[in-house]
């Protein structure tokens, strides 16, 4: 199967989740920095949500690139991933609606570890159709960002339930910028092809 679709599919769904997400940006009620600071929750919500997508669209962007072929299971595989992502509209708006709460914390930290699973499942999809000596599967070796990613995300939410959003806010925030830094393997790769 041609890989051409499942891009533009994937590419237009992660598009509407970042509108989606700026939509729950509402406008302040006020013409003062007071009311512009009430919506600093709900803004910084959005910062780290937009760049947690982009992270995921970059690197899925990336990885299709050392695709050759897709099958069923990589399909599915990806609609699980679509599946988390399209959830981020609502972790983001909740977690920032409540001021980074407790549970909403927990809740976006689950996300972000299902969207991280989802991830390592596609990617292992697409080795397993391409090969051990694929591109991919050279290029992304023991994969030490992806579950380093797993397990903070995993501890973050036992942190924000016992009381610690913050400290598990200020994980999910680490997180993100590791991954911000852009990942080159797979690039490296394909320009050594």
């Not at 981020?88 to 549970?103: I, K, V």
């Not at 989802?118 to 080795?127: F, G, R």
């Not at 501890?155 to 590791?178: R, T």
């Amino acid at each position: 199967m041609n890989k051409t679709r499942l891009e533009a599919f994937s590419d237009g769904v992660i598009a509407i989740i970042i509108t989606i997400m700026v939509l729950e940006l509402k406008v302040p009620h006020g013409d003062n920095w007071a009311d512009l600071r009430l919506l600093g929750p709900v803004f910084l919500s959005y910062v780290l949500s937009f760049a947690n997508v982009g992270v995921y669209w970059n690197n899925h962007h990336h990885m299709l690139h050392a695709v050759k072929r897709v099958n069923g299971s990589v399909l599915w595989a990806n609609m699980h991933l679509l599946f988390w992502l399209s959830l981020m509209p609502f972790t983001t708006g909740w977690m920032g609606e409540n001021h980074f709460g407790s549970l909403p914390v927990a809740v976006y930290a689950f996300d972000l570890l299902m969207c991280a699973v989802a991830y390592t499942i596609l990617q292992a999809q697409i080795i397993k159709l391409q090969g051990k000596a694929s591109v991919l599967a050279q290029a992304v070796g023991s994969d030490y960002k992806g579950k380093t990613s797993v397990v903070a995300y995993a501890l973050s939410i036992p942190m924000a339930l016992l009381g610690y959003s913050w400290l598990a806010g200020a994980l999910l925030i680490a997180i993100a910028l590791m991954w911000f830094i852009p990942d080159r393997r797979i690039e490296n790769k394909l320009s050594n092809e």
